[in-house]
């Protein structure tokens, strides 16, 4: 077990997702972040918040964030991301989910984010 197959499992190329499956591509790659899955790939999650195999580190940053990829402009999120809240924060400022996620190693927060944010996608499509 490897980095290869975690991302096989949580993460396939944001090149290949649209936008309409942004967020459930991003919630996908934090379901991996969970203990059992890290534990089941023999990945460890390093002091900076990324996974490694020990050869290998799979970077959680914009780059490889659906979400940024159709909603991140100029080094920052455009209101439009589904993860910034109504008073403008975004996921990264201090007390949002992708920061606890990052300061904490608990994936929870961000999870429920991205499941509230993929509910009121789909009220807004119906």
């Not at 970077?59 to 920052?76: G, I």
């Not at 455009?78 to 403008?88: D, F, I, M, R, Y």
Request: proline residues 5%; hydrophobic residues 30%; charged residues 30%.
């Amino acid at each position: 077990m490897s980095i290869r197959t975690w991302k096989r499992e949580f993460y396939s190329p944001i090149s290949r997702c649209k936008k309409a499956d942004a967020l459930a591509h991003t919630l996908k790659k934090y379901l991996g972040t969970r203990k059992a899955a890290i534990a089941r790939h023999s990945v460890q999650k390093t002091v900076d918040g990324d996974l490694t195999d020990g050869e290998t580190v799979f970077y959680f940053v914009d780059k490889t964030c659906a979400l940024c990829r159709f909603y991140h402009k100029n080094h920052t999120c455009t209101p439009e991301c589904p993860l910034v809240t109504k008073s403008g924060k975004r996921c990264t400022n201090d007390g949002q989910p992708f920061s606890i996620w990052v300061e904490t190693g608990d994936p929870e927060p961000l999870i429920r984010a991205l499941r509230r944010a993929i509910k009121k996608q789909a009220v807004r499509r119906s």
